[in-house]
């Protein structure tokens, strides 16, 4: 019981200095780089926003590339003796979350919300990113823990951007996302790679926090990979793809973590494998309780 109350701590102390962080936007000047990467993601998501049938898949695409250069522009500017990294990957996905969840609000303030709301998460995430990847010493016990709270987060908003950004998947009524469009196969398959290329990103990350071998990190990435990319078809294939179907990929994902991040001899523990069994038959039927509806 007291492990777990030390990681619950450990998990608020660090979601409160990630908050802290974006609270320092006021006081920190905006560089040029910085300036331009927030602007392109901006246009970006709106071009989503009014885009048609597939050129909502390459508005996405291109609002997580230029994020993804934006930053790494960023990081040569800030610290450029930090070579490129995560940050990049992480950047990468919360552009194409603002992006999918400009498709799903009411053209007008909805629209200018889900931007500032992207921009400064995005700006958020990746000074948190460069700071963790700057200790001397690399990332201690304390740091995983709240990576993985943020790469949980991370994963949600991605998979409903993924989700909103293929036609047909979501639709909102009074929003873009509720122009027709069939949902066929194809469209179900597409968010299925969509989610299984985040979450093999976000779990790279998390194992290469752990500092494990290559071969280690090849291996979560694909288990992360095929664990929500299958979660990702089946749930858009029965409708649960609004709120509930990102929400369990997002638990599956942290599910999974929980496992690898745990040393080899207590991987088949029965007490963390009835944890995870637990919280993932509890978002199972959460989602199929409610994830036709939302």
């Known amino acids: 019981m007291s492990s777990r109350r030390d990681v619950r701590r450990l998990t608020v102390q660090q979601l409160a200095a990630f908050a802290d962080t974006t609270a320092e936007f006021g006081e920190t000047e905006l560089t040029r780089p910085w300036a331009e990467t927030l602007i392109a993601v901006g246009v970006a998501a709106v071009i989503a926003h009014f885009s048609e049938g597939g050129a909502t898949v390459l508005a996405g695409a291109a609002a997580a590339a230029l994020a993804a250069v934006g930053v790494n522009a960023v990081r040569q500017t800030d610290d450029s003796d ?6 990049i990957v992480l950047a990468g996905l919360v552009g194409l979350a603002t992006a999918g969840l400009a498709r799903i609000v009411p053209t007008g303030v909805g629209l200018i919300l889900v931007i500032v709301i992207g921009a400064l998460l995005l700006r958020a995430v990746v000074i948190w990113e460069l700071r963790l990847r700057s200790l001397p010493s690399g990332a201690t016990r304390r740091d995983r823990v709240g990576a993985l709270a943020v790469s949980t987060l991370i994963l949600f ?15 909102v ?10 949902v066929g196969p194809f469209a179900v398959i597409a968010t299925g790679i969509g989610s299984a290329i ?10 290469s926090l752990r500092r494990e071998r290559t071969s280690g990190i090849v291996r979560d990435a694909l288990g992360a990979a095929l664990i929500n ?25 942290y599910a999974r973590e929980l496992w690898a991040a745990a040393p080899e001899g207590e991987r088949s523990d029965p007490r963390l494998l009835l944890e995870i069994a637990a919280l993932v038959l509890a978002t199972a039927a959460a989602v199929l309780w409610i994830g036709v509806s939302l």
């Open 82 to 87: 930090l070579q490129p990294g995560s940050e």
């Open 198 to 207: 985040a979450a093999g990103l976000l779990a790279a990350r998390m194992a």
């Open 157 to 171: 908003a991605a998979s409903i951007g993924v989700a909103a950004l293929v036609p047909g998947i979501i639709s």
């Open 173 to 182: 009524p009074g929003t873009p996302s509720a122009r027709p469009d069939a």
């Open 229 to 253: 990319g299958l979660a990702s078809v089946a749930f858009a294939a029965f409708g649960a793809a609004r709120l509930a179907g990102p929400a369990g990929l997002a638990v599956l994902f």
